[in-house]
């Protein structure tokens, strides 16, 4: 009989330092392609990739997810990529993304049960879709022109500036069932009131780039915070390949 534990422990010894193996063999797998197929996109982007993005999958581990074809928890940061000049835009923002339930059933599809991704935008990235909208509406040749704009974070305020500085229109992010409207404040331009179609295009376009960011997912928080705004998007039962083909709009 004691031969027979000492034949069972060695086995199940062997066992788990096949499993240990196997696990960390399959992280490291899934890090570096990961970390391979950012490259790809930074470059393809045209940017410079200046940080890893890391990965992380929670204390279960992945060998019985192979099984179950169903990932309990993945974390996910990609720094940003994110360049702008002017009003052309490389790259991608920075982003973190917490994956629920992953369904791996489909390998080349996989479906999160929830996803929820925090993301950063600079101003220049927030100036820039505003003056595409004017430029598309073709209203940035006109006497009233955006020239910047500030986050306000104490006032909650995304601050747009008209010709220099001589007027600025507050705007006062909503985020309502998921999409995002913005409340318009204040405006005035040699002591005139700004038009209200030139208040509506800059809310509008500005609504409309960051729904752009969004694709289909809601957008349950906007905060202004220094230098940009920080959004919480989420979804359910979210494709990975629907996240994958929402990209920032090119300037």
């Known amino acids: 009989m004691a031969k027979m534990w000492k034949f069972l422990v060695g086995v199940l010894v062997a066992l788990l330092i096949v499993l ?17 197929s950012f490259r790809e996109q930074a470059a393809a982007d045209g940017v410079t990739m200046e940080q890893d993005p890391t990965i992380s ?3 279960t581990p992945l060998v019985f997810s192979a099984v179950s074809r169903t990932v309990p928890n993945v974390e996910v940061t990609t720094p940003s990529t994110l360049q702008v000049t002017g009003q052309e835009i490389l790259g991608q923002p920075g982003v973190h993304v917490t994956l629920t339930d992953l369904d791996i059933s489909d390998t080349s599809d996989p479906v999160a049960a929830h ?7 600079p101003s220049e990235f927030l100036l820039a879709t505003v003056q595409k909208a004017m430029r598309e509406e073709g209203a940035d040749g006109g006497l009233v022109q955006v020239s910047d704009l500030t986050a306000s974070p104490d006032a909650g305020t995304l601050d747009v500036e008209f010709n ?6 507050n705007l006062i992010p909503h985020p309502v069932d998921g999409v995002l409207t913005f409340e318009a404040a204040g405006g005035s331009l040699f002591g005139f009131a700004l038009p209200a179609q030139v208040t509506a295009l800059i809310t509008q376009g500005l609504q409309q780039g960051l ?3 969004a694709g289909d997912l809601r957008i349950d928080t906007f905060e202004v915070i220094d230098g940009g705004a920080r959004l919480q998007l989420s979804g359910d ?7 994958a083909d929402t990209q920032l709009p090119r300037r």
Request: glycine letters at 12%; charged letters at 15%; aromatic letters at 10%.
């Open 115 to 121: 996803m929820v991704t925090v993301t950063e935008l």
């Open 20 to 36: 240990l193996v196997a696990e960390f063999g399959l992280r490291w797998f899934i890090g570096s392609e990961l970390r391979a």
């Open 211 to 213: 729904q752009e960011q």
């Open 164 to 169: 220099g500085g001589m007027a600025t229109l």
């Open 237 to 243: 039962n979210v494709a990975l390949s629907q996240v």
């Open 57 to 59: 999958f929670g204390p």
